[in-house]
């Protein structure tokens, strides 16, 4: 009967809260760049149509940290069965800290990637009313400067989830 | 197990005594609940905007209901998680209320619900603030609706992830009645 079952009991707790906040908080931050960016970038659109298909890179980044929730919370998930392997509490705290180290980082990176990607998106709108494709080898690029340097602030976003995400998977496992 | 009882820490002496239905009901609760809320909260977002837009630019409105309709979507996931939820409630012979598995299958069932509720409210707010942000510009430039829509269909994937993730570890609820039966066999 409960011989099967080996490990604490309330240890699945922690660790099926812990799923659930990686893929909670990683989602509230891919939902909070996702909206601020796209506020951004149809605002922008009004006036420079042509660049809206450019500037859905902070969206798609945004939408990245969602998966990386979902990655997070199925391996937690699948790695909680007591009766295979048993489960203490320490691994119930395990699970529930790298679901949150997953769940945080992400929010924050959402955050970090919505707001520059709104303002980012809108650098296009302060140049001069030439469009991109100017003839204007002069113009061209400090736009380019200026467009590169704000995406690499959402890249830098990305990667402290990436980095955290495995160390704390990986004390989990 | 009763060497296990009390022995771990103090938040295990206090959830042991809650029933894992208790634990269940509400996960089944948050999951419809708090996905309405977000369906909601998002369709209001979008439809102020969309109505306030289309009193100058009267050709949005049948377009832009595919906002609408994103929001919709997020309210029926949470309806479909909460009905494969309480389908895996099971009644178990009260003396194993308190059993370590049924405990485990209650948390199941709760997380469960937090994940799919939570996921859902996000991305209803999401898809109803690109929604709103998608009228405003369809009414300035019709060629816009199309590429602000792109935008909106990432926000709804998060209610999809919401759901999976729900699905996935709705799995892990099994209750001992079944596992005691298969045992014997």
Redesign the interface.
Known sequence: MASTFSGDETAPFFGFLGAAAALVFSCMGAAYGTAKSGVGVASMGVMRPELVMKSIVPVVMAGVLGIYGLIIAVIISTGINPKAKSYYLFDGYAHLSSGLACGLAGLSAGMAIGIVGDAGVRLWLSMDSLSVSSSLPGLVNPEQNRVQSSETWVIAGRLHLVVSTPILAASAV | ?AA??GD??S??TA??KISPYTFSAVGIAIAIGVSVLGAAWGIYITGSSLIGAAIKAPRITSKNLISVIFCEAVAIYGVIVAIILQTKLESVPSSQIY???S??AG??I???G??VG??NL??G??VG??GS??A??DA??S??FV??L???I??S??GL??V??GI??SA?ATW?AK??LL?RI
Request: hydrophobic share 55%; with cysteine; glycine share 4%.
């Open positions: 197990m296990t009882l771990s820490s938040w295990s959830l042991v059993e370590p598995e405990l485990r948390y199941a709760f997380a469960s937090i994940i939570f996921a996000v991305c707010l999401c603030i690109i942000s998608c405003l510009s300035q430039n060629s816009l590429k602000i792109v935008i909106e990432f926000g994937a998060l992830f919401g999976i993730v996935i570890m892990q001992p596992s005691i045992d």
